[in-house]
């Protein structure tokens, strides 16, 4: 962990040193821009028309009931804006996999090409007209690396997203909510077996703009995970918090940091306080864009 926490240092530090050479955010466009700001959610602006990005984003995932679990993906991206209020991004991920030692799931060290994914949005209310902004979107995605086990197989699920936000002190303070729905089938490889999943939650976050192009905050998440893409089963519950930062590097270039611990959870049937068999205890994301 103290090299994670080395890297993030650096990140910060350069976010620091290049954002005095930024325009201020306001005088660009008049207030936030929530499309990218946010780390684990996502805001309601999904730029204008004729926008072009490249987006790197890296999770890390570290943690499990026994043993050692670290899980890395990483996802590159395109971002287009064809007409107002839509946004299409289309993503090729990879995925790195150490797992010793993890109750229930075989050891593996592994680095491997993931999957696509195409992420969806449509803006329905803009707040700078409405009391409040709202967008809807679905993320489509097929891998043929588990997420969590690392075994080989098949997996396609969607990712459906109703989000809100609203500037609490104009230009200051912006806080945003999301609505989560994530069916997935998996079917694996070795086994034949398949498998059905799907979770619901929430997630609430804060920023505050403490320079000009420097927003810092936090974010809370809680899931409740389900066997079968209809909510059956009840399988296990998690809440996540932890620390969001935001720096705007230049005019077309920017830097999301964000980590999230396990407060609380419960896996069904036990009387754990954290569930680590269906969720992580430490969750990090870094994500890099820049327009074009």
Request: aromatic share 12%; proline share 4%.
């Amino acid at each position: 962990m103290q090299g994670r926490g080395f890297g993030f240092g650096i990140l910060i530090a350069c976010g620091v040193a290049l954002a005095p050479a930024c325009a201020p955010a306001d005088e660009r466009d008049g207030g936030f821009d929530t499309e990218h700001i946010f780390g684990f959610l996502i805001g309601t602006d999904v730029g204008n028309v004729g926008e072009r990005e490249f987006q790197s984003q890296t999770t890390g995932r570290f943690g499990k009931s026994g043993g050692t679990y670290r899980a890395v993906g990483q996802e590159m991206e395109i971002e287009l804006v064809p007409l107002p209020n839509f946004r299409i991004e289309a993503g090729a991920s990879t995925a790195a996999h150490d797992i010793r030692g993890v109750p229930d799931i075989d050891d593996r060290r592994q680095l491997n090409f993931q999957g696509f994914s195409l992420d969806l949005r449509y803006r329905l209310l803009n707040r700078e007209t409405a009391p409040f902004g709202m967008t809807i979107a679905a993320e489509f995605h097929g891998d043929r690396i588990d997420e969590t086990t690392a075994a080989k197989g098949r997996s396609y699920g969607t990712d459906f997203t109703l989000a809100f936000d609203r500037e609490l002190v104009p230009n200051y303070v912006i806080s945003a909510l999301n609505l989560f729905y994530q069916p997935e089938w998996s079917r694996f490889e070795v086994t034949g077996l398949s498998e059905k999943s799907s979770s619901v939650g929430a997630g609430f976050a804060g920023l505050v703009r403490v320079r000009p192009d420097i927003l810092l905050g936090g974010e809370v998440r809680y899931f409740r995970q389900y066997e079968g893409i209809g909510l059956g089963e009840f399988a296990g519950q998690a809440l996540f918090v932890g620390p969001t930062a935001y720096f705007q590097l230049s005019e077309r270039s920017r830097l999301t940091l964000s980590w999230s611990m396990q407060a609380w959870g419960r896996p069904a049937g036990s009387g754990a306080n954290l569930d680590l068999v269906n969720f992580e205890r430490h969750q990090a994301r870094v994500v890099f864009g820049v327009n074009f």
